[in-house]
């Protein structure tokens, strides 16, 4: 009876407690009777009692001061990533943003922390978010010289050519970052036809200089029309023709610029200072639909109508007013190469050439270097001197007349698209022509027949 009632005694005890316990105990779901934003008190004044407290009371973990900054955001300007992975963990928005509209996403590109940066994208819905003066993230980064930051923000992007709250969009800022990497990613995802810019100018100058071929010729091809000179209207590859800038002209052509893009009507006179032939400054200033193998042309340069034939340039074009072709261009000068090139025909001169000696009204015929046939000609007169220098027979005509004397000029071979030529006619022993070379009969007929147009011929 004793024990049983011990018993008994005990278990009222153990109730009582038990009961006592859970009127002490806080319900499991209790609202925290701190301050909404003890938790962002707690980070900002580093107070970890109350850190701890905010925790153990369940202040909410988005809690926002009144300048609408958060704890995360607050960790997040003080580095503490330890913190900061807390916060994460008991469900911290990383989108959240404070009055002037900065998230921890911004504060971690623009100090370049990309261990954050990486954790906060994984996390966030808006990485294109902007603060209150339009700036995005990626802008922040870019700002701050945070180029790594900035490298993997731009793909989160929805539009880089999108003019930010300096004026810049993402395509400007990453040339002004001279960055080819940055460059090259946010050019990727551009669209075409942008317009040139002094920093997509600079950054072109940039990758030529580099000899990056392959962001050359992605800048070439996300630009409209071709790249000018910085303040000009002049085609580069013009300018750098005018120049004689060799490794500039086989590095565009290489990049893929267009070779029959068509110099603006009245060039500038610092242009029009650049290009050593009066011939060719009076087209360029005069006349509409001048190209770069034109100027190449009548500048005497053979390498770069090479070139440019080969890239693609189109010989037969014409200019508006004087309907000038490249090979007039070229005729006007006494590069016997480039006239070959345009004419789609010729041999060297060591192969085959014809001399013509005004002074002793002789012609010679020279094969592999040796003379293999001479004969007497008449040139031009006192008042029309047959003019000296390096030719080209550029056409023939069996049965020329001439349209200026109205004369008959059998088995004409014309010079360099010139108004005179070799023909057959009288031949004293004495200079008798208008200008061109006559032949006897019987030698203009084998000259016609033997001597194939783009032969050299050599007048001195």
Known sequence: MVAAKGIATKSLLAGALLLQAYSFAPEPHAPSQLPPDSLVRAVTTNNPLLLEH???????????????????LAATLQGDHQLIERLLHAGANVDLADQSGTTPIMVAAERGDMQLLQKFLSRTKRPDAADASGRAAVHRAFEHGQLEAADVLIALMPAVDVAGPDGRDLVTMACDAERPEIIRAVLQRAPESLQWTSSS????????????????RLLLSKYAGPPTVEGRSIPLLAHAIAIDDRGLVEALLQAGADPNVVLPAGADKEFLALLGSASVRDYVKGDDGVTPLMIAAGLGKPEYVRALLDAGAQKNRITTRYKMMALYFAA??????????????????????????????????????????????????????????????????RSHKSSIYHVEMPFFMRLNCRDFGLHAGAVPNYPASHGCIRLPSDVAQKFFSEIPVGTVVMIN
């Open 54 to 72: 905010s925790f153990a009371e369940g202040v909410d973990v988005n809690g926002a001061a009144p300048d609408g900054r958060t704890a995360l």
């Open 201 to 216: 100018r600079r950054a072109l100058t940039n990758s030529l200089s580099a000899g990056d071929a392959e962001l050359t």
């Open 332 to 397: 006007r000068t006494d590069q016997w190469r480039a006239v070959q090139m345009l004419i789609g025909s010729g041999t060297e001169p060591e192969k085959l050439r014809i001399e013509i000696s005004l002074a002793s009204q002789r012609a010679a015929v020279f094969k592999d270097g040796t003379q293999v046939f001479q004969t007497a000609v008449s040139t031009g007169r006192p008042g029309f001197s047959t003019p000296a220098g390096q030719y080209v027979i550029t056409d023939k005509n």
